[in-house]
């Protein structure tokens, strides 16, 4: 079974500032995809970005960009010039591409504090 | 736009009493989700439905019912409910069944304790 861990409970980082967070993954799969939420306080999840696993280019919306390492199974999520609205708890999550499967697995998420 | 509307938001059972959380999304997707949150935990997948008609369980069904009244909702019931479920409860929908381009729409999310 695949396995998503964030090992990063909570972070925080100056507003203006760039901050990463972890995540790892277990698989024997080759072909997957891996996606980061984020949850404000508001409680409603919201897709930031998504990587293929086959892409070895990695993904990047606006301000957040990811470093996709296959090898070491390892998908940290950049935030550059956080801002405050940037806050809120993170999610790795890991979906295999295989029909059929219909589970995203996530991680324990991890909580980003902005400070102004 | 609504989006994916959950209701209640909140929520307060005693062990035993049964409910149903409702769930509905005007985007007309065929894939619809229930999920589970606990402290310090990811959200864990309780049942989805890929179609009107069908459903499947998940990562943790026990002491869950579900049902796809039809294109549009997805309900979840708790027959008896025991203070293991005092948690979070999000639904969820999405255009494609699986892959890359599907995008999960959440919604606002139940906040549900079982004393």
């Known amino acids: 079974a695949q396995t998503v861990t964030q090992s990063q409970p909570e972070m925080s980082v100056q507003e203006a500032e760039t901050v990463t967070l972890s995540c790892t993954y277990d698989?024997?799969?080759?072909?997957?995809?891996l996606f980061w939420y984020k949850q404000p306080p508001s409680r409603q999840m919201i897709l930031v970005i998504r990587?293929?696993?086959?892409?070895?280019q990695n993904a990047t919306e606006n301000r957040f960009s990811v470093n996709f390492q296959k090898a070491a199974k390892s998908f940290s999520l950049k935030i550059s010039d956080s801002q405050l609205g940037d806050a809120a708890m993170y999610f790795c999550?890991?979906?295999?591409?295989?029909?059929?499967?219909?589970?995203?697995?996530f991680g324990k998420g991890t909580k980003l504090t902005v400070n102004p | 736009n609504a989006g994916v509307t959950q209701t209640p938001k909140f929520q307060v059972l005693k062990t035993g009493q049964s409910m149903t959380l409702q769930c509905a999304q005007d985007?007309?997707?065929?894939?619809m989700y229930w999920y589970r949150q606990d402290p310090g935990m990811g959200l864990r997948l309780i049942y989805y439905?890929?179609?009107?008609?069908?459903?499947d369980k998940g990562e943790v069904p026990n002491g869950y019912n579900v049902s796809r009244l039809n294109k549009r909702e997805f309900s979840l019931r708790l027959e008896s409910a025991a203070p293991s479920q005092t948690s979070v409860y999000f639904c969820?929908?999405?255009?494609?069944?699986?892959?890359?381009?599907?995008?999960?729409?959440f919604g606002s999310g139940t906040q549900l304790s079982v004393l």
């Open positions: 969820a929908s999405s255009e494609a069944r699986t892959g890359f381009n599907e995008k999960l729409f």
């Open positions: 698989t024997s799969e080759s072909d997957y995809y």
């Open positions: 990587q293929e696993a086959y892409k070895q």
């Open positions: 999550a890991y979906r295999s591409a295989w029909g059929g499967s219909e589970k995203l697995v």
């Open positions: 985007m007309n997707h065929n894939s």
């Open positions: 439905s890929a179609s009107e008609g069908t459903t």
